[in-house]
């Protein structure tokens, strides 16, 4: 329940709980971990993320069955000499006063000497106390042996590693046991990944290794491509306990609760886990982006290949967002558009598909009325010879497109200055005219050789660009909008509000149906 709730924020309903606790119970499943115990009180969670004592309480728990919580390390340390302070208001209880028999601690390496610490109160009370290493397949051996060592001075119950990027395999698997056991003599646990669908048998393989206490979760429910899946593994272990087991209970409770929720949430694993896992990037990037319609299959490999190139193995939510930081420095720009767009008609060719049910129409008119065409980024619905250059901002955007802009060879307006020698390097033999990007919540500035926006959407970029250019005004195809509730939609209606609201703004009219608040004519008409 615990890996499971980053999927629905952990608000399980009660009577799942109550029916899961019996359905694992009589599959063979020993310890439930059933959610966090923590201070954080930032945004709404439900009840498995703190775990209270009465809540657990309030549930019947089968005999032989205990009961965990996990902890982060980073809780217990941040306050330095308040460590044990936290941990009171952690457990008020001792063990014996409530139905909670063991707690782990989830713990980067680099956090692990100093939450040790927390072992002497948490045994002190009466707590089987476990130590989750995460993300070990990025520590070398010395490492490792120095952890065990250091773990070996401590009364830890069970020392487990996760494969937190998914990306062990059962070689890597036999290393770490062997590492640790250069110096642990306790009980071994792994908490394995199925980004590479290799965490059930890896999982075996650790088996075969001596580890004896092995994760799961319900049909893997997870962060990422989620766990090795209990009602398999359930299988695997009844064999190795020569145990009779009963999987009719937990097969029923997937079909009737889990299974909608897992189409609902879609956890498990997809090539993009997969690929993630392979270059060692932490698999919430790709629950993020999944779950937002603004990533597309092409930006989300890209954003992939960008992390495994620029440290994405510690997930961070800014790390995603980097486009806002990407422009941070000061927008300088040396290319002007007056030179080319003042007093002209612009038409900017969008990605929508009215293009194409309109394309005739559209070529007619740029081969009658000669306006400048810009197209947004690798946009190729219409004739590239009608194109007079194209339009591209957002980093990501750009280590997608960059083979394909190769191809197409127009003239590219960019924040060029500003961009990663990554990208630069990428987009070979192209005319790059650099017109100066920088970002500031609610400011839609204009200027001679650059702008200031509030986030780097290419059509904001463009429409900046076109006024700068103090162009005659601009005509928009293919922008068709989103559905209301789709955040693009709300982004981009956002723009064109704040653009025509600027005195600087050039005068904007779509020539195909649009959804969104601006003036519409036809392209029939002109």
Request: glycine share 6%.
């Amino acid at each position: 329940m615990r890996d499971g709730g980053y999927y629905n924020s952990w608000d399980f309903d009660y009577s799942l709980v109550q029916d899961y606790l019996f359905a694992v119970s009589e599959a063979g499943v020993n310890v439930v971990e059933i959610g966090f115990r923590t201070l954080n009180k930032n945004g709404f969670k439900g009840a498995c993320y703190y775990s209270a004592d009465s809540f657990i309480n309030s549930f019947e728990i089968p005999k032989e069955l205990e009961v965990c919580v996990m902890i982060n390390a980073s809780e217990l340390i941040s306050d330095g000499n308040y460590m044990e302070e936290n941990l009171r208001q952690l457990f008020p209880l001792k063990a014996d006063d409530t139905s909670i028999s063991m707690v782990r601690i989830a713990s980067h390496t680099y956090e692990f000497l100093t939450a040790l610490n927390a072992v002497k109160f948490l045994k002190s009370n009466g707590y089987k106390v476990g130590f989750n290493l995460m993300q070990v397949s990025e520590s070398s051996n010395k490492e490792l042996i120095s952890l065990s060592k250091a773990a070996s001075k401590f009364p830890i119950d069970v020392l487990y590693f996760a494969d937190s990027l998914g990306n062990m395999n059962s070689s890597s698997v036999e290393n770490v046991i062997k590492l640790f056991r250069s110096n642990w003599k306790g009980d071994l646990g792994i908490h394995a990944h199925d980004n590479m669908s290799l965490g059930l048998s890896n999982s075996i393989q650790a088996i075969k290794n001596g580890v004896n206490w092995i994760d799961s979760t319900v049909t893997g429910m997870g962060r990422g491509a989620g766990n090795v899946k209990s009602e398999l593994l359930a299988i695997e272990m009844s064999k190795f306990r020569s145990q009779k087991i009963t999987i009719k209970p937990i097969i029923s409770l997937i079909n009737k609760r889990f299974k909608p929720m897992k189409e609902k949430y879609g956890w498990g694993t997809n090539p993009f886990y997969y690929l993630s896992g392979m270059k060692g990037v932490h698999p919430t990037y790709v629950q993020e982006m999944i779950s937002d319609s603004r990533y597309s299959e092409g930006d989300i490999i890209a954003v992939i290949d960008h992390l495994s190139n620029e440290g994405g193995k510690k997930y961070s939510s800014s790390a995603l967002t980097q486009a806002q930081n990407f422009y941070n420095k000061k927008p300088n720009g040396t290319w002007s558009p007056q030179s080319i767009f003042k007093g002209k008609e612009i038409l900017i060719i969008g990605s929508g598909p009215s293009v194409l049910k309109h394309k005739k129409a559209i070529e007619l008119y740029i081969k009658n009325s000669k306006p400048l065409v810009l197209a947004l980024n690798a946009s190729s619905m219409i004739e590239n010879d009608l194109i007079d250059m194209r339009i591209a901002c957002h980093p990501v955007r750009l280590m997608t497109d960059c083979e394909k802009l190769n191809r197409l060879s127009n003239p590219i307006v960019s924040p060029a200055s500003l961009l990663s020698d990554h990208i630069l390097e990428s987009l070979t033999d192209i005319e790059l005219l650099d017109f100066g990007l920088g970002i500031e919540k609610s400011i839609h500035k204009y200027g001679k050789v650059n702008c200031i926006l509030p986030a780097p959407l290419v059509i904001a970029y463009a429409l900046a660009v076109t006024s700068s250019g103090k162009a005659k005004k601009v005509f928009l195809a293919g922008f068709d909008g989103y559905s209301a509730d789709d955040p693009r939609r709300i982004e981009n209606d956002l723009v064109f509000e704040q653009h025509q609201e600027n005195e600087s703004g050039v005068p904007v009219v779509s020539v195909t149906p649009t959804l969104y608040h601006i003036p519409t004519t036809s392209i029939y008409a002109l």
